[in-house]
């Protein structure tokens, strides 16, 4: 299937899964838009979904003991769905190098228009060590006929965020409502808090455009957690939350537009 | 329709609404239950559509310059279904008083296993004066045609919350992820605040059972809202949410059992 690199989305290709939502009210901002809450979980979902459908899916790799680990998130988009505007997440898988593989998403409204791009990295942790599995010698050749190479979207993949000279941004106590499943803080609740260090004065104007999330520790309940941020252009900021007042848990960049 | 007051619902009711869901991944807390979250905003959705398809719903309201606003809210469960379980919410309005209409919800597996129920109350705002519009007087006999009377769910109905002795339980400044699309506080987000009070401990053993919420005053972005705590028995607090120190904007019982 010939590529569009301007307009990348993989409808209809064997590799990739499409999953189609709607902008049901209740789930968008003060402003009328999906909220980055119900969107990330979302793109997390389709994740899940996609992997299952092909065959390295969360259950079946727990059979060996082993479980999928967001380490990158990057959601660049144009614009957010709102209000009863239907969207769909398209989403596949593009890499393998050897512990990390890299998922794409296109969230477009399935008729050619493009609301935006996600890329991600993911690893593939063994639970009983911690360490992470070269997915270049998984089972019968793993899923790596499953991929789509060449695939990258049009968005920047992530840079390297390094704070140099940054404020302190208050604190905050990981509680009930921030825990997934498993126990530690949400991956996209990690987005919320740091989109409410913004004022509201900030979202009356612009937009966040692009938003890149490196994880680097888990966080759990009652954990504080600290918030260090620093714009380095108009619009971008740099954000860092740690735990136990150094570790960093979460290093980010948002950029509004 | 004959109603069986100890297990009340109303599926095939011509008055009455009931609408599908499913406990999606990533939409449950740690324990694998749906969040209080996504019940209660599915809740308002369920009441909007309801009140849309029987011909008083929001947009039409609005043609009066007329809006619905949520006095109280109580929510009492047998247990919360859990990860891929059905659920149904159906919902009525039992009755009008003046100033005020009473809507209840089933929430059920469709099949007769009742987790739940809940109760609200409701009155409709005329926005220009900003005062409560008589019920019993609305063009054509409004909505009067459309209630389920005697039909209150077997439940609790909400009670004084008067608080005496309360501990300070700690600030949070209100956000731009709390905010609903009018720009105030989600009225969910308070239970979700609220539930935040409690440390994981609570929630290892126990589960809130009964959640009984009265709404006094809108809060807006970057208002200060201080929490105040006092358990009136084993299991059960008291919480008072205020701003600016001391105006209350929420009253509420949390019951874990």
């Given at each position: 299937m010939p590529l569009n690199k301007d307009l990348l989305?993989?409808?209809?290709?064997?590799h990739s899964s499409a999953f189609d939502f709607i902008v049901e009210p209740?789930?968008?901002?003060y402003t009328g838009r999906l909220t980055w809450h119900v969107l990330g979980n979302h793109l997390l979902r389709c994740a899940s979904l996609h992997a299952g459908e092909h065959g390295f899916g969360y259950e079946y790799m727990l059979t060996d003991n082993r479980a999928w680990v967001l380490s990158r998130l990057v959601i660049e988009l144009n614009e957010m769905p709102r209000t009863f505007e239907p969207y769909v997440i398209e989403t596949w898988v593009s890499r393998i190098f050897r512990q990390f593989t890299d998922r794409h998403f296109a969230i477009t409204?399935?008729?050619?228009?493009?609301y935006g791009y996600a890329t991600s990295t993911w690893s593939l942790i063994d639970?009983?060590?911690r360490q992470p599995v070269d997915?270049?010698?998984?089972?019968?050749?793993?899923?790596?006929?499953k991929l789509i190479p060449d695939?990258?979207?049009?968005i920047k993949v992530p840079g390297r965020i390094r704070l140099k000279d940054a404020e302190e941004a208050g604190t905050r106590t990981a509680r009930?409502?921030?825990?997934?499943i498993n126990g530690h803080?949400?991956?996209i609740r990690y987005i919320d808090m740091m989109l409410d260090l913004f004022p509201k004065s900030v979202y009356d104007t612009a937009a966040p455009k692009r938003i890149e999330v490196a994880y680097c520790l888990e966080s759990y309940c009652e954990d504080v957690l600290s918030f260090h941020k620093e714009e380095?252009?108009?619009g971008t900021t740099l954000i860092e939350i740690r735990k136990d007042g150094s570790l960093p848990v979460v290093k980010a960049a948002i950029t509004f537009g």
């Open positions: 989305y993989m409808k209809g290709h064997p209740f789930s968008e901002d409204d399935g008729k050619g228009r493009i639970l009983n060590s997915l270049t010698t998984l089972d019968n050749g793993g899923f790596v006929e695939s990258e979207p049009p009930y409502c921030d825990l997934d803080v949400n991956s380095t252009a108009p």
